[in-house]
């Protein structure tokens, strides 16, 4: 009943297609929300089966495999986290700045578990300049909404 009430206390002044966003936002909350806990389970086994094996867990491989696995949950949060501020904004759509972001964490998360010894070069020189490009986006778009901000205050 709770959530009924705060719903139509919300209602006011939202057209159908706003009413569409939020809904869709609040299932696909739902929805990572449960990748997120299967994510940390999975994570919670994987490091128990690793602290079992001793020694042989200090091992490269392991250790890419569990950070991989903890990377994947925090960026998952982080996704889940850009969907809760939209709906709590009611801007509809995720900004473009958190997408980038988002793209940022997971190419870095591929450069860290990348294994450098089978990759080749151009691998790492796309690598390279994806990061640079993801980076200088992100830079751009930041230093647009700070002018914005700036301007629009003077």
């Given at each position: 009943?709770?959530?009924?009430?705060?719903?139509r206390k919300q209602a006011k002044g939202?057209?159908?297609y706003e009413w569409f966003e939020?809904?869709?936002l609040g299932i696909l909350v739902f929805i990572i929300s449960i990748i997120i806990l299967y994510a940390l389970i999975l994570v919670g086994i994987t490091l128990v089966d690793d602290f079992r094996v001793g020694i042989a867990f200090m091992e490269t491989g392991a250790l890419k495999d569990t950070f991989g696995l903890i990377l994947t949950v925090i960026i998952l949060v982080e996704f889940n986290h850009s969907i809760v501020l939209a709906i709590r904004?009611?801007?509809?759509a995720?900004?473009?700045?958190?997408?980038?972001l988002i793209a940022i964490i997971v190419v870095a998360r591929k450069i860290v578990?990348?294994?450098?010894?089978?990759?080749?070069?151009?691998?790492l020189l796309g690598?390279?300049?994806l990061a640079l490009a993801l980076g200088g986006l992100y830079w751009l778009i930041s230093d647009?909404?700070?002018r914005r901000r700036g301007s629009g205050s003077g």
């Open positions: 009943m709770f959530l009924l009430d705060l719903f939202h057209t159908p939020q809904i869709i904004q009611r801007s509809g995720i900004q473009v700045r958190i997408i980038v578990l990348l294994d450098y010894a089978a990759a080749s070069v151009e691998t690598f390279g300049g647009g909404e700070q």
